[in-house]
């Protein structure tokens, strides 16, 4: 069974950067389609970016594409999430999540994943 942990909390500007990482143990963490969702006070989680099996294909949301690069390194079992020109409206608790997968492409829907993160915060400010 995979674990994840997320590091990376943090408080910034706005227009600042932030990286957030997420270790995963696993002995096959290759096998694994990893994403990142978010979760803003009183808002339902949603998707924010995610990486196939290989980092050969990712995929983002709208509201961070160009701004937000999802990466993985499979020998360090470690998927990134490198967030720049950050907004106020980026503010929420960022989750991890992950899937065994038999296909090396990136998922979006949060029902695509079987394990998450307890989550880290990020807080852009004003």
């Known amino acids: 069974q995979v674990q994840l942990v997320e590091s990376g909390e943090g408080l910034v500007q706005a227009g600042g950067s932030l990286r957030l990482s997420c270790a995963a143990s696993?002995?096959?963490?290759?096998?694994?389609?990893m994403g990142w969702f978010r979760q803003a006070p009183g808002k339902e989680r949603e998707f924010v970016a995610s990486i196939s099996r290989s980092g050969g294909s990712t995929d983002s949301a709208d509201s961070v594409k160009g701004r937000f690069t999802i990466s993985r390194d499979n020998a360090k079992n470690t998927v990134s999430l490198q967030m720049n020109s950050l907004k106020p409206a980026d503010t929420a608790v960022y989750y991890c999540?992950?899937?065994?997968?038999?296909?090396?492409?990136?998922?979006?829907?949060?029902?695509?994943?079987?394990?998450w993160g307890r989550g880290t915060q990020v807080t852009v400010s004003s």
């Open positions: 999540a992950a899937v065994y997968s038999g296909y090396d492409v990136p998922y979006r829907r949060e029902w695509n994943y079987s394990k």
């Open positions: 696993a002995r096959t963490f290759s096998g694994y389609v």
